[in-house]
């Protein structure tokens, strides 16, 4: 099975050399009628955007790491680079699909991805972000490159950005997340047609919200 049942993340996507390999920040955007359709069966491409920080001198294995990650990512992803006196910053612009388990694991047989978003009905839809065996691969190549060199999931804060593109109300929940910079045990909120909701999971080792999975609820009235 390509995919792994493991700690997700967030977030997602690719590479860093720094006390982690994890992305800084990864925000995925999902349309409601996304939802729906991976309900209904479909499998498509969903925006992502991964930002990776590394605070220690480039001698050239961002490059190479690009090079390896653009293997296990879609065809049009965007590699950006960044610095500053103390940092180096690598922000990539790709997509990663949405379905059913058993309609990705048919996907991932012709597409490499490090990471999918997993729809579960279990009466109500359940939306989670998952590794897959792919991001195990990515990982031992760059490891190969510089043993500081890997990719893991969860991301420091992985960004769920809903929005509402459904005729319908849509109730949109989750739990120990952050809203605004404010956290919540539990967080509801019903979006009418163009709301939208930012929801924030903390992955970082300091926080006692990261030992939560990255999952976020949706019902449809």
Do not use: H, W
């Not at 050239?60 to 990650?69: M, P």
């Not at 500053?84 to 997509?95: K, N």
């Not at 388990?101 to 490499?112: A, D, F, H, V």
Request: glycine content about 4%; aromatic content about 10%; hydrophobic content about 40%.
């Amino acid at each position: 099975m390509r995919l792994q049942l493991s700690k997700l993340f967030g977030s997602f996507l690719i590479i860093t050399f720094l006390t982690s390999c994890s992305p800084s920040v990864l925000d995925v955007t999902l349309y409601t009628t996304d939802i729906e359709a991976a309900n209904e069966g479909e499998v498509f491409e969903v925006p992502v955007r991964a930002s990776f920080t590394m605070y220690s001198d480039d001698d050239g294995e961002l490059d190479t790491a690009t090079l390896i990650a653009e293997k296990y990512l879609a065809p049009e992803s965007v590699f950006s680079q960044s610095s500053t006196d103390y940092s180096e910053t690598l922000v990539i612009e790709t997509t990663i699909p949405i379905g059913t388990l058993e309609n990705l694991e048919t996907y991932l047989g012709n597409n490499n991805r490090v990471a999918v978003l997993v729809l579960e009905n279990t009466g109500e839809l359940e939306v989670s972000l998952k590794s897959t065996d792919y991001a195990d691969a990515l990982n031992s190549e760059l490891s190969d490159v510089n043993f500081m060199l890997g990719f893991e999931l969860p991301g420091d804060a992985t960004n769920f950005r809903v929005i509402s593109d459904s005729r319908n109300n849509v109730q949109v929940d989750a739990t120990a997340v952050f809203v605004s910079e404010k956290p919540y045990l539990y967080f509801s909120k019903t979006l009418k047609r163009r709301d939208e909701a930012e929801i924030v999971f903390k992955g970082t080792s300091g926080s006692v919200y990261s030992e939560i999975d990255p999952l976020i609820y949706v019902n449809f009235e």
